[in-house]
T-cell receptor, first 114, second 116 residues
């Protein structure tokens, strides 16, 4: 079982719609959760971090965390063509020899069409 | 805040030469830096983790004698690809983590290496 799994996509939504990206993780003791955006040919860029159960909103982005279900999601409201990128879910186990290390999913490619 | 730079952004070299890539945290102290490699349309692959003043920890399958990592200060880590070969051509990305950012990793812009 992989540490972090994401729906493979690609995901295609029209401009103005809500894009929903999902991620599950295997280690129940994981502490910190992150969403990164990666444009083609560029390095990852941090969008959101979330540490507690529930929702966290930042502009058009909302991260949702459910530790009981080991599930993290990212909602993008009013999607724009500029949101077209690969979205990476990352998890930090927060303890022991892996302290600080992030485990990444394979990423979900999102295309927002005008 | 939390800006990470990498230099060079792009390098082309002949097979057999060594290439050094620098990663700097510009506005925070990076207690830990990470080095990743990414092939086209593939996932990020963690190569090694380095803490300031100590030896790097390499992931399984990564040759420590080929990919030399030095983390001499809280703002600088270097990756040297020794005796580079065409199969080492890839996108190398560093990230930095500081205590004030609670495990968050901030990525540098990456270095694209092409070995001829």
């Amino acid at each position: 079982q992989k540490e972090v799994e994401q729906n493979s996509g690609p995901l295609s939504v029209p401009e103005g719609a809500i894009a929903s990206l999902n991620c599950t993780y295997s280690d129940r003791g994981s502490q910190s959760f992150f969403w990164y955006r990666q444009y083609s040919g560029k390095s990852p860029e941090l969008i959101m971090s979330i540490y507690s159960n529930g929702d966290k909103e930042d502009g058009r982005f909302t991260a949702q965390l459910n530790k009981a279900s080991q599930y993290v999601s990212l909602l993008i409201r009013d999607s724009q063509p500029s949101d077209s990128a690969t979205y990476l879910c990352a998890v930090n186990k927060g303890r022991g020899s892996t302290l600080g290390r992030l485990y990444f999913g394979r990423g979900t490619q999102l295309t927002v069409w005008p | 805040g939390a800006v990470v730079s990498q230099h060079p952004s792009r390098v082309i070299c002949k097979s057999g030469t060594s290439v050094k890539i620098e990663c700097r945290s510009l506005d925070f102290q990076a207690t830990t830096m990470f080095w990743y490699r990414q092939f086209p349309k593939k996932s990020l692959m963690l190569m090694a983790t380095s803490n300031e003043g100590s030896k790097a920890t390499y992931e399984q399958g990564v040759e420590k004698d080929k990919f030399l990592i030095n983390h001499a200060s809280l703002t600088l880590s270097t990756l040297t690809v020794t005796s580079a070969h065409p199969e080492d051509s890839s996108f190398y990305i560093c990230s930095a983590q500081g205590q004030e950012y609670r495990e968050t990793q901030y990525f540098g812009p990456g270095t694209r290496l092409l070995v001829l």
